[in-house]
């Protein structure tokens, strides 16, 4: 059993940053690589980014991409996901989600084995 704790989530203006954590308990946390998936009301939830266990490769979703970054420290069993210039059609439940494979290129819902409760990030135009 894994537990997920996401933390940082908050309302902003379009173009501020906000900066996403997840501690994680359980199952050897630098086993495993880690993604960051949201959704929005209404629609499916979909990936961010992804890293995996070392943290040398970084996945991301076209639509984030050179907007956010997505980092692990394997010492302190956290994830976080620096969001910047955000948008409005940002607005999502952000969620942390543990993998079940080594490499964060298995990046999809399907592919992951635990999640977080989620924390909301609201971006007002």
């Known amino acids: 059993q894994v537990l997920l704790v996401e933390s940082g989530g908050g309302l902003v203006q379009s173009g501020a940053s906000l900066r996403l954590s997840c501690a994680a308990s359980g199952r050897i946390f630098s086993n495993y690589a880690m993604g960051w998936f949201r959704q929005a009301p209404g629609k499916e939830r979909e990936f961010v980014a992804s890293?995996?266990?070392?943290?040398?490769?970084?996945y991301y979703a076209d639509a984030v991409k050179g907007r956010f970054t997505i980092s692990r420290d394997n010492a302190k069993n956290t994830v976080a996901l620096q969001m910047n210039t955000l948008k409005p059609e940002d607005t999502a439940v952000y969620y942390c989600?543990?993998?079940?494979?080594?490499?964060?290129?298995?990046?999809?819902?399907?592919?992951?084995?635990?999640w977080g409760e989620g924390t909301l990030v609201t971006v007002s135009s």
């Open positions: 989600a543990n993998s079940n494979y080594r490499s964060g290129a298995y990046n999809a819902v399907g592919d992951m084995t635990y």
């Open positions: 890293i995996n266990w070392s943290g040398e490769n970084t």
